[in-house]
């Protein structure tokens, strides 16, 4: 008897499933103890792709919680693509919807932010454009100006205080986190990504340029709070323009 993909896909991500017939051993006897061993093996592997996609995430919730939580994201999200350094990007949502998370409110955008430096991190590299490029725009032409920002840059917007709670979770020295909203922009100008508090109306902005929308349209909708010359200058300093057109 064949068995499909799907069939051997399903049976393989639930623990309680029977062997798929046509599973057997040479003798022709159903493999069930050698079904269950890379069953079991194939959960494991995921389980550590997460734990090391997440170590922040897994430190506030604690080991035991994080793998049996693992144990649900993976049947709920099975890989999309061989490549494990990928795996994991659905989990800012599922911890949204993970009910016994919700005691800690903060999971999904640390779980975000987390996955922001993996891309970060993986992501194609890129020649900046010069420093001075900006300042050789004319006035009346800046804001219809596009900025190409590089692939590895992320902004994360979160209610609650994400830097100082990655900090806390990662630094010996670092301070306390106090309970307010707070945005990071995360660069990578060499090997590994930067983190960079900014504010909210600058982490909407940069967001807005990555869609390729002018500056003006990127400032339009902004509050009092957006220093654009210290985006601008961040984004410069961090080689995170590519291109301006």
Do not use: C, W
Not at 16 to 38: E, L, M
Not at 79 to 84: A, E, V
Not at 207 to 215: A, D, E, N, R, V
């Amino acid at each position: 008897m064949t068995v499909t993909q799907a069939q051997f896909r399903t049976a393989m991500l639930d623990p309680n499933a029977a062997v798929p017939p046509g599973i057997v051993n040479p003798d022709g006897a159903q493999a069930s103890k050698r079904f269950n061993v890379y069953r079991n093996n194939v959960a494991v592997s995921l389980s550590d792709a997460l734990e090391a996609a997440f170590p922040v995430v897994r430190k506030l919730v604690g080991d035991e919680f994080f793998r049996a939580m693992a144990g649900v994201y993976l049947r709920k999200h099975p890989p999309k693509s061989p490549l494990m350094m990928f795996y994991g990007d659905a989990m800012p949502q599922f911890l949204h919807r993970f009910e016994p998370a919700k005691s800690v409110p903060y999971l999904p955008d640390i779980a975000a932010m987390e996955l922001a430096l993996r891309l970060a991190y993986h992501a194609a590299d890129a020649t900046p454009a010069p420093p001075d490029a900006l300042g050789a725009i004319a006035p009346d032409a800046l804001m219809s100006t596009r900025l190409r920002l590089a692939p590895a840059v992320q902004a994360v917007n979160s209610e609650y205080p994400i830097h100082a709670i990655y900090r806390a979770n990662t630094q010996s020295d670092a301070p306390k986190p106090v309970m307010q909203a707070e945005a990071v922009l995360i660069s990578r100008p060499g090997f590994d990504p930067d983190i960079h508090p900014i504010n909210a109306a600058a982490a909407k902005a940069i967001s807005l340029l990555q869609k390729g929308q002018t500056l003006g349209e990127a400032i339009a909708t902004a509050d009092d709070t957006l220093d654009l010359g210290a985006v601008l200058g961040l984004l410069l300093a961090q080689g995170a323009i590519t291109e301006i057109y």
